[in-house]
């Protein structure tokens, strides 16, 4: 119950326009079963007026209600073209404001649905965007991106369609229960004998169904994911002419997807000449019942009728209702798997009064710090240093060391296992992120590009800059040049991650908006590495114009990058085992220098290693 209670919520900002559509759905379903309840005045015309009414006191619900209602307009004794016609009359005049409920009750619960699909996937998003980077460590992307399009599709018709049409079904019963009852309680409870094994059908199926469903929404998860990745490593697979490998991978998902999918179609699909084959034998049985009834002269002939309109109506929200169980599961499913993502907590949040933090002023402090994931795996032991204002800090050592730990850990993308890292004194944790962050400017080697123009990617840190200071710093990145001959200039759409631009152009794009941005702080995460020479050289003219009167941790292995440091901090197996200059790490003849004479030999040998 509490997963329903959780599903109805989203509907509480939409409550106005789903009672309306709950109001008009009732009132449709009322004039629905009111055109049937006209059969019998039609059969009665048809068969009994001009003088051959019927005799005997008009006693039962139904007969007073069309004295009351439909035989005030309709005269059974006099002409029977007539009375036929005013029947007809009233029949059509039912369903053109029945249908105009209809088209009420269509348009504001698609109004209500679209209404939860944008409330959902903004509620989602924003969760998402807000988990810490941790999370997207563990999860892979196309289980993600299936949460926010598939299964949030799923969900959103869970709570609005099939609610929708729950309700219906549960107003056509009643309405056509009333009607039923109106005219004989003992036909009704013969019409009721094969209700409850219509009911039962769907019971052992459920639990099959929720179970397979759940195995089928994740693996469409798993053909998302894949896609993803075949898509974004597609140079490196064309390079390893791995196409006919990735297809069958792919082709392996799909038919284990369709395998799956087709195993809990079969089960659903078992269920509908089940009911259909009960609702069947519930017809045969009021056929016999009813005819015997009308022999007997205890319901009259139109009236048998007009009860056996309703009751075919009684039949299919029966089984609507029945079935809700199973058609239900794969939005049920969707919920539960879109409520894990929503459930995911954020580690990394302000603390209560977390303080508002201006400008870095002093130095930057790490004091014993360590880090470990959530795997158990330590990457930082114990490291403590000090950096003032204004230093170039290089991180050096081999992959793995921990460098690009230590910089996440600065910005506070994750936080310390042991140990503090403050600026001016404050501890990071006590500062506001988004006022700590603000001090932190990233280029890195894998540069990040939006499907925007040049203009909004330059200004995607300051979107308040106006177009004299975005040209400015693409000046100074040495990006103007290249900018301007694009054809539409800086209007121009870069593609999808960049793909319009040279490794190079994109980098100093990147150098552009740090430099817009202008943070105290800047870290350079092998930020050349990828780069051919030329592409190197004039990215490296706009590094040293970015590095002008800014506090800068540099991580490279290209040790030629980091020979003008101010200082140079070697790490191995997550601690600083060496500290100093260039020269003074070369003189102690440690592990920057084998390091160092490494690369060297690699030049020699014709690599850039």
């Not at 459920?206 to 759940?214: A, E, F, Q, T, W």
């Not at 993502?341 to 603390?351: G, M, Q, S, Y």
């Not at 400017?441 to 990617?457: K, Y």
């Not at 590495?529 to 050289?537: H, I, P, Q, Y």
Request: net charge neutral; with cysteine.
């Amino acid at each position: 119950m509490a997963l329903y209670r959780r599903i109805l919520s989203f509907l509480k900002p939409h409550t106005g326009v789903f009672a309306a559509a709950v109001a008009t759905t009732f009132v449709f379903a009322v004039l629905d079963a009111a055109v049937y309840i006209l059969l019998i005045p039609f059969v009665e015309a048809l068969f009994v007026s001009g003088g051959g009414a019927p005799t005997g006191a008009r006693t039962t619900p139904m007969e007073r209600l069309l004295d009351a209602t439909v035989y005030r307009w309709v005269d059974l004794q006099g002409d029977p073209l007539d009375a036929i016609g005013r029947v007809i009359v009233l029949i059509l005049l039912l369903f053109c404001v029945k249908n105009v409920f209809h088209f009420a009750r269509t348009y504001l619960v698609a109004r209500a649905e679209q209404g939860v699909n944008r409330d959902l996937r903004d509620r989602v998003y924003d969760h998402l965007v807000g988990l810490d980077l941790s999370f997207f460590g563990r999860v892979r992307m196309g289980q993600i991106v299936s949460r926010l399009t598939t299964e949030v599709e799923q969900l959103r018709t869970l709570v609005t369609a099939e609610m929708s049409r729950l309700l219906t079904s549960v107003f056509e019963f009643v309405t056509a229960l009333a009607g039923m009852l109106l005219i004989s309680w003992r036909l009704t409870l013969a019409a009721f004998v094969v209700i409850p094994g219509a009911m039962l059908v769907w019971g052992p199926l459920v639990k099959v169904l929720r179970r397979r469903d759940r195995r089928v929404l994740h693996l469409g998860g798993e053909i998302n994911a894949h896609i993803q990745e075949t898509l974004a490593g597609i140079r490196l697979v064309k390079a390893s002419s791995a196409e006919e490998r990735e297809r069958e991978r792919f082709h392996g998902l799909t038919n284990q997807h369709f395998r799956l999918f087709l195993r809990a179609e079969r089960v659903r699909a078992l269920a509908m000449p089940m009911t259909e084959m009960l609702a069947a034998a519930g017809t045969v049985v009021l056929l016999w019942y009813g005819a015997g009834l009308v022999v007997q002269g205890d319901v009259s002939g139109a009236q048998f009728v007009g009860f056996l309109g309703l009751s075919l109506k009684l039949y299919a929200p029966v089984k609507n209702v029945a079935k809700f169980p199973a058609t239900a599961q794969p939005g049920l499913v969707a919920a539960e798997r879109v409520f894990e993502f929503l459930d995911a907590p954020v580690e990394i949040r302000d603390r209560p009064g977390a303080r508002s933090f201006r400008r870095f002023e002093r130095e930057i402090t790490f004091e014993d710090v360590s880090f470990a994931y959530r795997n158990g795996e330590t990457v930082l032991r114990d490291v403590s240093f000090t950096v003032p204002k204004g230093t170039v800090v290089a991180l050096v050592g081999r992959s793995g060391a921990g460098k690009t730990t230590l910089v996440d850990l600065l910005g506070r993308f994750f936080d310390v296992s042991d140990g503090r890292i403050a600026i001016d004194g404050v501890d990071i944790r006590d500062v506001r992120i988004r006022d700590l962050r603000a001090q932190l400017g990233i280029v890195s080697q894998e540069t990040v590009l939006f499907h925007d123009t040049v203009r909004a990617n330059i200004a995607y840190g300051a979107p308040e800059a106006s177009d004299e200071e975005i040209e400015r710093a693409a000046r100074a990145a040495h990006a103007h040049e290249f900018v301007a001959q694009l054809p539409s200039g800086y209007d121009t759409m870069v593609g999808e991650r960049g793909t319009e631009l040279s490794g190079g152009q994109r980098q100093r794009i990147a150098i552009a908006r740090a430099i817009l941005r202008d943070p105290p702080i800047l870290v350079l995460d092998e930020a050349t590495s990828a780069l051919d020479t030329e592409s190197e050289r004039l990215v490296q003219h706009a590094v040293e114009r970015l590095l002008e009167g800014r506090t800068v941790f540099v991580i490279a292995h290209r040790l030629s990058t980091v020979q003008r440091a101010d200082r140079i901090l070697v790490l191995e197996g997550g601690r600083i085992v060496e500290r100093g200059t260039h020269a003074e790490l070369l003189a102690s003849e440690g592990l920057y220098r084998r390091l160092h004479e490494l690369q060297l030999q690699g030049v020699d040998g014709g690599s850039a290693s």
